[in-house]
């Protein structure tokens, strides 16, 4: 067997990951089992478990991409193998990734909302807010669990039909307007297509505007109209507090 070079857990690494071609210099095989095969077992466990960790936090993107979902997601544990104790971390830098790709904007949609289930659903618990709360109009924000999304597709339609079980048809994916808030009830995670108002308002609030700031802001951006304010603040803030949005900056 020859001599071990002092970086040899780099390159066991790399072997494992795919970067590095396999040898089976260091091994000594046995009576199953030769050198060669002896590493490719690692990689090829090292293999099924990451890309499946990645699946489990993108099952939406995966669905979308199909027949080349392997191609894509190999491609990308090559450039980023993890470096976190935790599985869970393992699609962090795929957004990025894929942007600097070039991915087509429907992909990114559907990554950017896998993301936001993932992170809503490890977020800590926030303080309810109460309906007296806003008797006063508190500063506020939004809850850790909830995501702000304005998607280009449709793909939170197709997401939730695509994730559940058996053979039911999914929507075709269409461009369009979508504003919608990830967030969590219970234990799942739910989305809401809000009206663009609505959206805008608690969009400011994200932004760490108060209320009148973010009311402001979506009509300078053109999401909300007088009308449409007066006829709907009331019920929006009732939604918004139903479905656990908001809480008060302590």
Known sequence: MPEMPADWRHHMVEMIRGAEELSGEWFTGGPALTPLEQISVYRRQWNLRIYDAIVDEIPGLARLLGDDADEVLRAYMLDHPPTSWTLNRVADHLPAWM????????????LALDMAVQAGFDAAPGHTLRPEDLASMPPLRLQPHVT????SHNVHWVRSQATKAGDESVPEVEAGDYPIVVFRRGTKMRHWQMDLGAWGILKGIDDGLGVEAAIEQAFDNGWLSADNLAANIQKWFVDYAERNLLEVVC
């Open 99 to 110: 942007q600097d790709r070039g991915a087509p904007l429907v992909q990114r949609d559907m």
């Open 148 to 151: 702000m999304l304005r998607l």
